[in-house]
């Protein structure tokens, strides 16, 4: 089994910064592309930024310039600095790692941990 564990998440007001972190832990062989989404009330979860195990990223327009996405893989843990924040931020953000452990080759997400930007 594996596990994510996020953390890092809180209220702040608009134009402040805040750092996710996602932990992940279990059997794992390796961890390819990691990623963090976010889903606001009434809308779709989204993809916000993407690390693959070579440290390439990728980020949704919204959030270019003012998030960035790194990993660590010695401890198997991805991170969102994000600054700048907005009110249109708010959401629940979720980790996910594509995990390759002793057995298969899947996805994995964690529990969500709740950013909320006021104005």
């Known amino acids: 089994q594996v596990q994510l564990v996020e953390s890092g998440g809180g209220l702040v007001q608009a134009g402040g910064s805040l750092r996710l972190s996602c932990a992940a832990s279990g059997s794992i062989v390796s961890i390819n592309a990691m990623g963090w989404s976010r889903q606001a009330p009434g809308k779709q979860r989204e993809l916000v930024a993407s690390?693959?195990?070579?440290?390439?990223?990728t980020y949704t327009d919204s959030v270019k310039g003012r998030f960035t996405i790194t990993r660590d893989n010695a401890k198997n843990t991805v991170y969102l600095q994000m600054n700048s924040l907005k009110p249109e931020d708010t959401a629940v953000y979720y980790c996910?790692?594509?995990?390759?452990?002793?057995?298969?080759?899947?996805?994995?997400w964690g529990q969500g941990t709740q950013v909320t930007v006021s104005s």
């Open positions: 690390i693959t195990s070579g440290g390439r990223t």
């Open positions: 996910n790692a594509n995990v390759i452990s002793r057995w298969n080759e899947r996805d994995y």
